[in-house]
């Protein structure tokens, strides 16, 4: 067992733990909220599956594919991509999309902005890192399938080299809302 399934398992045996130890813990009187009482329960069937959505499972999806389609696109090394006539045009596409959004951001009655105008608590930023993410996963995609690589094989490359890192984030998700639950006030 290596270190990665070593985490996992231990992530996996601390979600399991989670609800008895918050239980023991109130019978205790230590100031948290129990997973096993009525409330508790009602918590954690309504809410079990907003891990599966969670930031961090979105963030470990797409650093997978970003991993699986900048291998195999065939960007790296950047020395040969640069002499590539379309990895340039790509470029210059990506770069017209990019500056558009963002004069669109900067706009004064742009709809990305916030309700206060400015950019604080905005669409845009809290959009910001995925959009950036997925355009440039659709540049590395246009360009290996220029290269006649299949999209299906760039974009889970990643996944299947690392079976194991949605599991874990899911499961990290679930600790982690589970933490939240048992430490909010009473």
């Keep these: 067992m290596n270190n990665r399934e070593r985490a996992f398992v231990f992530c996996m045996v601390l979600a399991a733990v989670l609800p008895f130890l918050s239980w023991v813990l109130s019978a205790l009187g230590v100031p948290c909220r129990s997973i096993i009482d009525d409330e508790g329960l009602r918590w954690l069937f309504?809410?079990?599956s907003d891990c599966l959505h969670s930031r961090l499972v979105m963030f470990a999806l797409c650093c997978l594919m970003m991993q699986g389609v900048i291998k195999e696109s065939g960007i790296l090394?950047?020395?040969r991509a640069f002499r590539d006539p379309s990895f340039l045009r790509?470029?210059?596409i990506y770069a017209v999309v990019f500056l558009t959004?963002?004069?669109?951001?900067?706009?004064p009655e742009s709809p990305l902005l916030s309700i206060t105008g400015g950019l604080a608590g905005s669409p845009l930023l809290d959009g910001l890192l995925f959009l950036g993410?997925?355009?440039f996963i659709v540049f590395c995609l246009c360009y290996g399938h220029n290269k006649r690589e299949p999209w299906p094989?760039?974009?889970t490359h990643g996944i299947r080299n690392h079976p194991l890192a949605i599991p874990f984030a899911i499961v990290l998700s679930f600790?982690?809302?589970c933490l939240q639950y048992m430490m909010a006030p009473l």
């Design 77 to 79: 090394p950047l020395g």
């Design 175 to 177: 600790c982690w809302q």
């Design 133 to 135: 993410w997925f355009s």
């Design 153 to 155: 094989q760039m974009l």
């Design 101 to 107: 959004i963002l004069f669109a951001a900067i706009a």
């Design 46 to 48: 309504r809410h079990v």
């Design 90 to 92: 790509y470029t210059a």
